[in-house]
């Protein structure tokens, strides 16, 4: 079914901006001391095994820069009781050897709802930080770089979406979590991009309002009769991504396997041999082992999944999201010694945009 109506923001508007961040951790919590950083023999032995996970990604003569950082955010953040959720984005020295978690956006909203720990530290954008918050009120949520942010979240804003509810008495909204916690609240159920269809078809409508990436909501028109209203977001990095590149890969190696993230413009995806969320594109690269496969996305994952799978080959359209690779270990570890930068929701917000990723983590499959 084509998208119904694709609307956006006024021309001016200000975009959004999130929350400065709050230094109620840096006074709850003491300022730990700086460690050494030396690379010796010490920590070459003990980081042995973790570099062992990376070293068909990661130079041997990278790795003493990274090893010092790997060694002491592993040591300070049992200290402070904290643990790391890293999207799969992240690089491979923070995906495997410093991160409790990895995962999609579905899988580490999951993960945050069944954390012990004290402190969370969100290796990826702030709207996941933000998420985590949402489900854990009581933790401390922290982000190393709070302007690692996301051009779909800045995309809308709450008020846009009372306009559009305005404009659209009745239609529910569904709203994809690269959002801020402000436009989760005034949202009916969130959705992320391994079950849209899913939360879409789940409301009984026969018309939702899809928020704010206007090739998700066309890639999930393409697959159900539910009439879609979209936003015009879009995200900068899948944006980038053509089907004449894909052709022109595809004519080179006709048996290579193409894999998209439904975030890209639709000749995309219709050249893509499978189009899921990072942790589906993931998945299906670790169960059918093509020789060769291009990731249609963004281009740190490409090294992660190489670094579990060196037999396939991974052919590289390289685009960086600059908001994931705010990401680093140093930054890392600076958030957990100073406790910065603690991410913090309006608890009156925070209350409503969890009714509404709740709804999506508890909907029945
Ligand atoms: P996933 O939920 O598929 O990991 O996507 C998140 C994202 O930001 C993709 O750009
Ligand atoms: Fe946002 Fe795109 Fe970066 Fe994902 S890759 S965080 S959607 S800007």
């Known amino acids: 079914m ?8 006024e021309l001016n508007r200000s975009a959004p901006r999130p929350a400065a961040p709050s230094r109620s951790a840096q006074r709850k919590f003491a300022t730990l001391p700086a460690p ?37 955010i592993n040591t300070i953040k049992k200290q402070r009781n904290a643990v790391i959720l890293a999207h799969n984005y992240q690089t491979p020295e923070i995906y495997h050897c410093v991160a409790d978690f990895v995962g999609d956006s579905l899988q580490l909203a999951r993960e945050a709802t069944k954390v012990n720990a004290d402190v969370i530290v969100q290796a990826g954008v702030h709207f996941m930080a933000e998420t985590a918050k949402i489900l854990n009120p ?37 709203t994809y979590v690269n959002t801020s916690a402000e436009v989760k ?14 939360v879409v078809e789940s409301l009984g409508a026969d018309k939702v309002i899809f ?36 052709a022109l890969i595809r004519s080179n190696d006709p048996t290579i396997q193409i894999i998209a993230h439904p975030e890209c413009p639709p000749d995309v995806i219709a050249a893509a041999d499978f189009t899921g969320s990072t942790a589906h594109m993931i998945d299906f690269v670790r169960t059918k ?35 994931m690779k705010r990401i680093t270990l140093p930054k890392i570890l600076d958030s957990l010694l100073h406790m910065k930068e603690e991410v913090v929701v309006d608890p009156a917000i925070a209350a409503k945009a969890r009714r509404a990723v709740e709804r999506m983590i508890y909907l029945k499959s």
């Open 185 to 198: 609240a005034e949202s009916d159920i969130c959705c992320t991009s391994s079950n849209a269809l899913q």
């Open 138 to 174: 009581g933790k401390t949520v922290l982000i190393p770089d709070s302007r690692a942010g996301c051009s779909l979240a800045t995309s809308i804003t709450g008020e846009d979406v009372r306009l559009l509810r305005e404009r659209f008495p009745g239609v529910p909204v569904v």
């Open 2 to 9: 084509p998208i119904l109506e694709t609307v956006g923001p």
């Open 289 to 323: 082992k093509p020789k060769r496969v291009v990731l249609v996305t963004e281009c740190s994952m490409a090294d992660n999944v190489q670094a579990e799978l060196p037999d396939v080959e991974f052919v590289r359209p390289c685009n960086l999201c600059p908001h």
């Open 211 to 246: 928020i704010p990436d206007q090739y998700l909501a066309k890639y999930v028109a393409s697959q159900t009769k539910v009439k879609i209203i979209a936003w015009k977001g879009s995200c900068e990095v899948h944006e980038r991504f053509t089907g004449d590149e894909l």
């Open 36 to 72: 050494a950083l030396e690379w010796n023999e010490r920590i070459e032995r003990e980081t042995a095994p973790l570099y062992a996970r990376i070293k068909n990604v990661v130079p041997p003569n990278e790795w003493p820069f990274f090893a010092p950082y790997v060694a002491a």
